[in-house]
């Protein structure tokens, strides 16, 4: 009888704490004066790793993609080019030429993503590849 109570409290205890460390969710924004694009949310642990691997612009690239789309003629959308940095929990893109006004720009990162959420391991329909988490932004 003991071990049966003992393994009842175990589990309610496991499913408690399973509840309350909820995966963040990634807020993508501009900044209060639009100059920069703010990634909050990061766990720490992505965090930890972003403050190790900025020096490397391979990665850079690979981690933040920002692409300036042009309604009126899809073909002359152009990607933005910048920097990132790692400021408190926050991360954040600079770009190297000014956001333009009126304009939208797609966020395209990996940062939190994943190969699927649960309903989709339900469902067994993970893929290869990385699922990218974006966002359309209007300055």
Not at 28 to 47: C, P, Q, R
Not at 75 to 93: A, H, P, T, W
Not at 116 to 127: A, E, Q, V
């Amino acid at each position: 009888m003991f071990s049966k109570i003992t393994l009842f409290a175990t589990c309610c205890l496991f499913f408690t704490s399973c509840s309350f460390n909820k995966e963040k969710d990634l807020n993508i924004a501009f900044s209060s004066d639009s100059s920069k694009i703010v990634f909050t949310g990061i766990e720490e642990a992505n965090l930890f790793q972003l403050k190790q691997m900025l020096s490397n612009n391979a990665v850079n690239a690979n981690l933040v993609n920002i692409v300036q789309i042009d309604d009126d003629f899809p073909d002359n959308d152009k990607d933005i080019n910048g920097k990132l940095s790692v400021v408190g929990s926050d991360l954040f893109f600079t770009p190297d030429s000014a956001f333009v006004r009126n304009r939208k720009y797609l966020i395209r990162t990996v940062l939190q993503s994943s190969f699927g959420k649960t309903s989709d391991i339900l469902k067994s329909d993970l893929g290869h590849n990385i699922k990218w988490k974006e966002k359309i932004l209007r300055r």
